[in-house]
DNA sequence: TGGTTTTGGTACCGATCGGTAACATCGCAG
DNA sequence: CTGCGATGTTACCGATCGGTACCAAAACCA
């Protein structure tokens, strides 16, 4: 069942100067693959070959597929993380523009037509729940909605946990519905963030 | 990867009067197993045992496991229909206490420790976007979502498609991040629910 | 240069996957 | 009782899975 893999559609013949090392293309591989095939559906020798190496060399660098998996996660989490840093690089000291940033990011994720999805929460779908790559996507997802709140409580929002409770579900749901093929209300997921901060209540500037 | 597999807990032994026939019982343990561990960490060898039958009779029935899968997804959304329906026989004419019954209903989805997000989204991850079952899980969750534009409508609320969309992303997100660990947002989901339905503006009494 | 580490290639392993053939057995309607 | 369809049992198929042994070819560093 599920035949049909999604491959890489690089030229095999493109110029090979400042070609990185093995464990990188791999894991960049697995990145691309497992997100656009689910993990499952994806097999060693399969990312080897995408990566333009071999299983031996994966295995060279990853004890397993679990632990790749592991990685991937990892690789994920660290990307969201960035995302947050560069918020706050970007935009210091200015919690509005760094609100407005967030959602144009939010907007940029759920208009690409390339998303299926927040990619660690599909993988928890796929993985059992005792899965050591469970615990990268959990402290994720807590660490995710506690920027939420800090920027909002930065924004000088009067509920902040409420409203990054409202938001963070909102966003996940968006981001599964799109693969339910419920892009519908997904569409219209920023206009509702806009105007959801544009009323929620805050305190008076001081 | 991804070794133990959550089986059927059922006494072998119990009473054999008014067993329902093979069919049947290959389904129910398929969503069960399904749902559980995943479309893919379930051979249908192990379905067949759990159902107390043989891989023979199974194929007898579904001529695949891609069909059977379709099945699994079809009777997800049979049985999400059915609160649809019950809803309204339970409450006719009364689009408060239906909208109330939602909410508890929600309640009792999100409350459950069984919870492992829902069952379709699950699917749609799992499944490669042209797999058959997606359709269908595509078309119960458009389903569900004109079925709260019409609740709200009938609360006579102003902006019945926007609060639909707002509530859909909120319970599809909540039901998610269970999954991801994040039970926090999730829990106090109903108390967004009950919230958010209580401010929103309805028109005038008639 | 020489020697060492890293890669590539290939062939292979046991296990499991989805799916089938062949045949024994059961239950039930006539 | 007879006959027939539905079920159970077993063994098997080819394919693929994750993972490894072995050795040759590079690549690197001294």
Known sequence: MNKTIVRDGRNPEASDALVPPPRERILAVACDLFYRNGIHAVGVELIAEAARTNKMTLYRHFKSKDDLVVEYARQLAAAGDTVWVKLATDHPDNPEKRLAAWVDHV???????AERGCALANAAVELQPGHPARAVIEEYKHRKRDHLVKLFRAARYREPERLADEVFLLFEGA???????SRGPAT???????DLLAKAPRKARS
């Open 107 to 113: 907007e940029d994720i759920v208009t690409s037509n």
């Open 175 to 181: 981001r599964i519905s799109i693969q339910c093929g």
């Open 188 to 194: 219209r997921l920023v206009r509702m963030l806009r």
